[in-house]
């Protein structure tokens, strides 16, 4: 699995956007890019993923850039509700379900 | 539908006691997985399995046992608690990754293990 790079900590206030990067220099041809994130003390939640194209659900959007070398999740009205640690995963279908956590990105939102 | 449930939520175990945790599903989810979570860390694989009847190793596999004997259920084994083993155990599960619309995977509320 290629290792993802991201910043420990990021701040956003309550209505604004969120913008969280990841970068994944050694992602291979065939690895997508997954987005979860963990609200304190629960089990963590799947956002969205992608290959290469940018992908939009109702909980957020996924920018990739065209190199595929990094990407960025979007929350577009962040809540204090987002307040959580954010993980970027990279994985290949054919590596089964395995997901490699890193350390995520911790989130918080402030009014 | 209940999701991915995990019992015990909380459990304190003495070195050297054994203790069973117990994952199930009702998503009729191929994939099921074992993680634990050590404080400010995130989670890492202890073993999964890709359907009935079979299991695999992930990255921390040392000190357990698993067991899928039925499609939705997914058992983790301690045979001899040890303190390095205190930490939050996550089960999850998900579809056969390589087909259809991969969801990801769905995730239990954790159970609390602290071995003393």
């Known amino acids: 699995d290629a290792k993802t790079t991201q910043p420990p900590s990021m701040d956003c206030a309550e209505g604004r956007a969120a913008n969280l990067p990841c970068n994944h220099s050694t992602i291979s041809g065939n690895e997508y890019v997954y987005w979860y994130r963990q609200i304190h003390s629960q089990g963590p939640q799947y956002i969205i993923h992608?290959?290469?194209n940018n992908e939009t659900n109702e909980m957020a959007s996924l920018i990739i850039t065209e190199d595929r070398k990094s990407s960025t999740l979007i929350l577009p009205h962040a809540t204090l509700r987002d307040t959580a640690v954010y993980y970027c995963?990279?994985?290949?279908?054919?590596?089964?379900?395995?997901?490699?956590f890193g350390q995520g990105t911790e989130l918080s939102v402030k009014p | 539908n209940a999701g991915v449930t995990q019992t015990p939520k909380f459990r304190v175990l003495k070195t050297g006691q054994s203790m069973t945790l117990l994952c199930a599903q009702d998503?009729?989810?191929?994939?099921m997985y074992w993680y634990r979570q050590d404080p400010g860390m995130g989670l890492r694989l202890i073993h999964y399995?890709?359907?009935?009847?079979?299991?695999a190793k992930g990255e921390v596999p040392d000190g357990y046992n698993v067991s899928r004997l039925k499609k939705q259920n997914f058992l983790l084994g301690l045979e001899s608690a040890a303190p390095s083993q205190t930490s939050v155990y996550f089960c999850a599960s998900s579809f056969l990754p390589a087909t259809g619309t991969d969801l990801g995977q769905y995730f239990g509320p954790g159970t609390r293990l602290t071995v003393t």
């Open positions: 995963i990279v994985k290949g279908y054919n590596q089964g379900g395995k997901l490699i």
């Open positions: 998503m009729n989810h191929e994939y």
């Open positions: 399995s890709v359907g009935e009847g079979t299991t």
């Open positions: 992608g290959l290469k």
